[in-house]
């Protein structure tokens, strides 16, 4: 299973991205998707997830700023980020719980991580 991500940059504060993520390979089904971050010299932390059946967590923090969503057509997770803070830069990475057949058990997916900056 591969997870591309895409959509990250250079912002001011208050600007606007939207990350992207698609999911490919042997996939039986995704339980759950989402976004971590990690900003330099700190743990990567949950940003936001989603389940498939359409149940979101977020960190309080982006609470009212991002919205994630997904489309289980295309195994794809976004996460439009609105109001953007400098606090907010770090490195965003994909995530996914996937079933690659209908025997097995959930295993955990990572993409590669997209940056995104924010000016004050």
């Known amino acids: 299973v591969q997870l591309q991500a895409s959509g990250g940059g250079l912002v001011q504060a208050g600007g606007s991205l939207k990350l992207s993520c698609a999911a490919s390979?042997?996939?039986?089904?995704?339980?759950?998707m989402g976004w971590y971050r990690q900003a330099p010299g700190k743990q990567r932390d949950l940003v936001a997830t989603i389940t498939s059946g359409g149940f979101t967590v977020y960190v309080d923090s982006v609470k009212g700023r991002f919205t994630i969503s997904a489309d289980n057509a295309k195994n794809t997770v976004y996460l439009q980020m609105n109001n953007l803070k400098p606090e907010d830069t770090a490195i965003y990475y994909c995530?996914?719980?996937?079933?690659?057949?209908?025997?097995?058990?959930?295993?955990?997916?990572w993409g590669q991580g997209t940056q995104v900056t924010v000016s004050s």
């Open positions: 995530w996914a719980l996937v079933k690659t057949t209908i025997w097995d058990r959930t295993d955990d997916y």
């Open positions: 390979g042997s996939i039986y089904s995704i339980v759950n």
